[in-house]
């Protein structure tokens, strides 16, 4: 065997150690491999296997958190014209870069660099590849809370990738995904409970998949039990996302309905050793999740059910509440804070998105809170943070 083969079989070990990586969810180790088969594909002058290779990379850094690094090589990939690189990734390096800039880029960036890529795919004559833009315009749509229209989207989406034969893909439990949420959001539950079951079904790959599928589950106990909400089965599928989700190495939304999850079956044991504080890259679910904590406890001092902001239930408040003798002046300096961050995290997140969905949020929870506050012969003072840096700075180019 010469030098060149022995290059070669030992660059497919580390892609295959790469890959193994990557959907064990160890995104830093897959990080690391990926960057050390593309030196060694660009020490070969393999330029269509290199540029492969940093799409990876790059993929894998977005999803452990590191955004700034990832943008700038996947940006790399996606705007390479050569004709040995292959469009499969020059194609994904496009999508993964709507995808980071989804939680970072102003909606209009996010609806041109659709549009720019859907053109593209025209003009390499593969327009079959369109399911990943379609659901990415239903990630868009949901964030601006357009939820009949973010799930028709994911739906196409959905049915487009079964009938594409060639190209890249989001596995199928991010259909599922996307497509549940809406559902749940639109307080649709005959077909949230339709698409929970056949999720269900699915092949599971990843340990990602299986913390997807968690979440399919228990967002449908939560629209489906509202006023008799079964806590133990709840508790029980939450922990279970929960344990998935502290083997991974990467950054992950769901950690905040995993939480929320823990949080309405009163499990507050599991919900302090989840990895949210680390979850930087989405500023806005991160400040919502950390003002609903702040209201539950408050309901648990005053011996309350738990409540679930997202579908305000329960919607009502007893007639009457313990005394603010129950209630430390500490806590309530902490849920305080906790809902001026939300508010202001909301003003930017309504201004990126061009919405208005994010404020109505951070307005229902403060109006809860101020409501058992009053309730206990206390007063709520919210006042919006003056300073709220954006995690990524996206250069005009």
């Known amino acids: 065997m010469n030098s060149s083969t022995n290059e070669t079989v030992a660059t497919e070990v580390i892609l295959k150690a790469a890959r193994s990586a990557y959907c064990w969810g160890k995104q830093t180790d897959a990080a690391r491999l990926y960057r050390e ?31 700034n690094e990832a943008l700038k090589l996947l940006m790399e990939v996606a705007s390479c014209g050569r004709a040995d690189v292959e469009p499969d990734s020059v194609y994904g390096a496009k999508t993964d870069c709507i995808m980071l800039l989804l939680h970072h880029a102003p909606a209009a960036t996010c609806r041109a660099l659709i549009d720019e890529t859907h053109t593209w795919l025209e003009r390499i004559g593969k327009p079959q590849w369109r399911h990943r833009l379609d659901l990415l315009g239903s990630i868009l749509l949901f964030r601006q809370g357009k939820h009949p229209a973010a799930v028709a989207a994911a739906m196409q989406a959905h049915r487009l990738v079964h009938a594409a034969v060639d190209g890249p893909r989001y596995v199928e439990t991010a259909y599922f995904k996307w497509i549940t949420r809406s559902l749940f959001y639109g307080r649709q539950e005959i077909s949230l409970l ?12 990843m340990h990602s998949d ?14 489906r039990r509202t006023g008799e909400r079964d806590a133990i089965g709840v508790a029980e599928e939450a922990r279970a996302a929960a344990d998935v989700v502290c083997q991974l190495d990467r950054t992950c939304d769901e950690v905040f309905e995993i939480g929320c999850a823990l949080m309405l079956a009163g499990d507050w044991n599991t919900l302090d050793n989840l990895p949210v504080e680390q979850i930087t890259v989405f500023p806005f679910e991160r400040a919502k999740f950390a003002a609903d ?18 579908l305000n239930w329960p919607p009502e408040l007893p007639a009457t509440l313990p005394s603010a003798a129950s209630i430390n002046s500490s806590d309530l300096d902490k849920l305080e804070s906790a809902l001026s961050n939300l508010a202001t995290a909301a003003q930017l997140e309504d201004q990126r998105l061009e919405t208005t969905i ?39 180019g």
Request: with cysteine.
């Open 358 to 396: 994010c404020s109505e949020a951070a307005q229902l929870r403060t109006r809860h809170a101020q409501a058992l506050l009053r309730a206990s012969g206390l007063e709520l003072q919210i006042n919006p943070l003056r300073h709220f840096p954006p995690n990524l700075q996206i250069s005009n």
């Open 194 to 205: 339709e698409y929970a079951q056949r999720a269900e079904a699915q092949f599971v790959v």
């Open 293 to 310: 904590r702040e209201i539950n406890l408050l309901r648990r001092n005053l011996k309350l059910p738990m409540w679930d902001a997202e």
């Open 210 to 223: 299986r913390m997807r599928l968690s979440c399919i589950r228990l967002l449908n106990a939560r629209l």
């Open 37 to 67: 088969a593309a030196g060694r594909h660009q020490e070969n002058k393999r330029i269509g296997e290199e540029m492969d290779a940093r799409r990876w990379l790059g993929n894998s850094l977005m999803w452990s958190g590191e955004h």
